[in-house]
Every structure is written in structure tokens, then in C-alpha cells.
């Protein structure tokens, strides 16, 4: 369970572009956290994706990787209670990065409002807002 005492995630936000576009930027961005994989041992990533993949699946889940697919839908506007669900899943397993990609870049506001609300209050830093 997620408590006062996890410390705080680095959240990065991917929105737009085509679901390939967005798994293959995060990706990217992976394989570069990797390179400092020596530093912290156990280095947890977590990655939650709006959408289903249409072909090749560049990131694989593994005992540090973890990867949430979340069906196609606004986190906003539909998809909340899944979000919330997915989120609260992937924040107890205590991830230094969590990515969360989404389809529509025009909502990333109401997604960044929905990520401070209290119950999120602290568990999350906001780092990088890719838009693709």
C-alpha cells in the first residue's frame, strides 16, 4: 500500500501523436535510464499507455519494467476510474519513473489536475511533458 513514507515518483507526460509514436518515445527514454541501471540496483520503472499496440511492442514488462495498457479512451473523460486503479497499482510497487502516455494532447491539463489531486498529494513530481 502506498504510504507517507514512499517517496516521491517522477512522473512524465507523453500526449498526441499515434500510439507507436508514444510507446517508442518512452521507449527511448528507457533504455537511456538504463545506462545508470549501475548507480541504483533496482531501478523501477513504471509505464502506464492509453491504447492498444498496433504491431511491435518496443517495451516488454520485466522485474524492473513495469507496463500497464489501458484501452483506448480519454483518462479525463472516461477513463478515470481505470486510471486511478492502474495508478495507485503501480505507485505501490514504489517506481523511481512512472510515464504515462495518452492519446489526446488537448486533455493533458485536465490529466495534470486530475494527477494533484490529494490523493496523489506528494506521491508525484512532476518531471518532463513531452508533446508529440
Not at 513504471?46 to 513495469?66: H, K, R, V
Not at 498529494?121 to 518531471?127: C, E, M, P
Request: hydrophobic share 45%; aromatic share 6%; charged share 15%.
Amino acid at each position: 500500500m502506498v504510504n507517507a513514507e514512499s517517496k516521491s515518483v517522477e512522473l512524465v507526460l507523453v500526449a498526441g501523436g499515434n500510439y507507436q509514436e508514444r510507446e517508442s518515445w518512452i521507449a527511448s527514454a528507457v533504455a537511456q535510464h538504463n545506462a545508470v541501471v549501475q548507480t541504483i540496483p533496482q531501478l523501477k520503472i513504471g509505464i502506464i499507455l492509453e491504447g492498444l499496440p498496433s504491431g511491435m511492442m518496443p517495451l516488454q514488462s520485466s522485474s524492473t519494467l513495469f507496463i500497464e495498457r489501458i484501452a483506448p479512451g480519454c483518462f479525463c473523460c472516461i477513463g478515470n476510474l481505470v486510471l486511478r486503479v492502474t495508478l495507485m497499482r503501480l505507485l505501490r510497487i514504489q517506481p523511481h519513473f512512472l510515464y504515462l502516455a495518452m492519446n489526446d494532447r488537448e486533455h493533458l491539463s485536465n490529466l495534470k489536475e486530475f494527477l494533484q489531486q490529494e490523493t496523489f498529494a506528494g506521491l508525484l513530481h512532476f518531471g518532463q511533458e513531452i508533446k508529440l
